[in-house]
Every structure is written in structure tokens, then in C-alpha cells.
Nanobody
Framework: QAELVESGGGEVQVGDSLTLSCDISKTTFRPTAFGWFRQAPGKEREFVAAVRWADGHTLYADSVKGRFTLSIDWAKSTVELQMNNLKPEETAVYYC??????????????????WGQGTQVTVSS
């Protein structure tokens, strides 16, 4: 059974908003951070946003600052990514990831050890 389950993807128009959720209620590891990454066809996996568990510090890729917001919904046990003003180049599979180490270098996907199956986001112009 997957420990991280993403939902909320879909097809939207340019400029629309979408909220992705990562269900963390079934995790069996002690997280130090959660992150959102995305991967478009033929491209490398790209950092989007992350939150450090200990102090709630959030970090965003420059390309999404001011438009995306990462938050934790404690009641629902989800890590959510609110995405506003979406652009066609942001079409990708979006992944939720967790890690259990010192939570440094939050942008580096190879330091995350737990991954969801991904959810497709398609932005049409």
C-alpha cells in the first residue's frame, strides 16, 4: 500500500487554479520534510516546493513563487499545493515526496526516499 497518495490533478486552462493534495495519513516513516516535484515528458524531475517538518519552513522554486502555496492540513493529514495562474509549461506529472534525513538541500529530489504515484496536471492554452 502506497504511503503517499496524490490527488487533485486534472486539465485546466491557462490562468486557472488547482489544488493538489498528498495524503500522508498512512505514512509509516518519521518525516523530516515533504516536497512536491514535477516531471514533464522528456525532462528531468523538477523541484516545486517543500516544507520542513520541524519548523514549518517552506521553500519554493523561483518559477512558482507568488503563485503556488504549500500548506499542511493537520485535520485531513494532507500536504497541499495550491497552484494559481497556471501556465502551459507547467503541464507535468506532479509527485509528492517525503524524506527522513536531516532535511537539508530541500530541492534535491534524490534525497527524498518516499514517493507517491504522481498526479497529472495539464494546462491548456
Amino acid at each position: 500500500q502506497a504511503e503517499l497518495v496524490e490527488s487533485g490533478g486534472g486539465e485546466v486552462q491557462v490562468g486557472d487554479s488547482l489544488t493538489l493534495s498528498c495524503d500522508i495519513s498512512k505514512t509509516t516513516f518519521r518525516p523530516t520534510a515533504f516536497g512536491w516535484f514535477r516531471q514533464a515528458p522528456g525532462k528531468e524531475r523538477e523541484f516545486v516546493a517543500a516544507v520542513r517538518w520541524a519548523d514549518g519552513h517552506t521553500l519554493y522554486a523561483d518559477s512558482v513563487k507568488g503563485r503556488f502555496t504549500l500548506s499542511i492540513d493537520w485535520a485531513k493529514s494532507t500536504v497541499e499545493l495550491q497552484m494559481n495562474n497556471l501556465k502551459p509549461e507547467e503541464t507535468a506529472v506532479y509527485y509528492c515526496a517525503g524524506r527522513t534525513d536531516l532535511a537539508a538541500f530541500l530541492t534535491r529530489h534524490n534525497l527524498y526516499t518516499h514517493w507517491g504515484q504522481g498526479t497529472q496536471v495539464t494546462v491548456s492554452s
